[in-house]
Structures are given as C-alpha cells and as structure tokens.
C-alpha cells in the first residue's frame, strides 16, 4: 500500500527553523518525483520545493529560496525526505504536504506549521 506520512511540523517563532519529514511506505521515494506543498488558510495548496527522483534537480518556489532546504536522507535507508526550513516568516503558516509515488498521485496527510510570536 502506497503512503506518505509528513511529520515535524509545530509552532515556532519567527527566524526560527524547522524540519519536516516526509516518510514514504510501498515505494521508494528515490524513484519517483516528490513535492512538498504548502496550503494555508484560505489559499490554494501551493508548491514549495521539489527534488526528481534522480535527486540531481532541485526546484524551489521564490518565497523560500535560501531559506528551505529540500534532501533525502543518507544512503535513503528510512525512505524519507526532508525539508528544512529556516528563518522561518508568519507567512510561511500553513499546512505543509509531501506528494510522490507512481503517476505522483500520493498525498501525505499533512503536518501544520505556525510561525508566530
């Protein structure tokens, strides 16, 4: 069974930092493409960072370019991907998802992320 579960996400300040994960379960994240995605309320679901599955080419949204980090783990022996996120801004507040597998059709849950003071 395919599953993607994110985690990680919680309440920071801001310039603070955070990193979630995005743990895949019936497939190898290093096979596919994989998405993180970001909807806060009363937006559209929106694309923050997306690694290929080759992991050679690395696409970032312009808000958080120098600020998000998007990798896999060493060797992928958790089959997870990450994303750190520094210098974290209250307009990063959002539900944050991870998207991947055969025909990229697969959405974690979600994990929320504040940024407040």
């Known amino acids: 069974q395919v599953q993607l579960v994110e985690s990680g996400g919680g309440l920071v300040e801001p310039g603070g930092s955070l990193r979630l994960s995005c743990t895949a379960s019936?497939?190898?994240?290093?096979?596919?493409?994989m998405g993180w995605y970001r909807q806060a309320p009363g937006s559209e679901r929106e694309l923050v960072a997306a690694?290929?599955?080759?992991?050679?080419?690395?696409?970032?949204a312009d808000s958080v370019k120098g600020r998000f980090t998007v990798f896999r783990d060493k060797d992928n022996a958790k089959n997870t991907v990450y994303l750190q996120m520094n210098n974290l801004q209250p307009a990063d507040t959002a539900v944050y998802y991870c998207r991947s597998g055969p025909g990229y059709r697969s959405w974690g849950q979600g994990t929320p992320v504040t940024v407040s003071s």
């Open positions: 019936g497939f190898s994240l290093k096979t596919y493409v």
């Open positions: 690694l290929t599955n080759a992991g050679a080419g690395v696409t970032y």
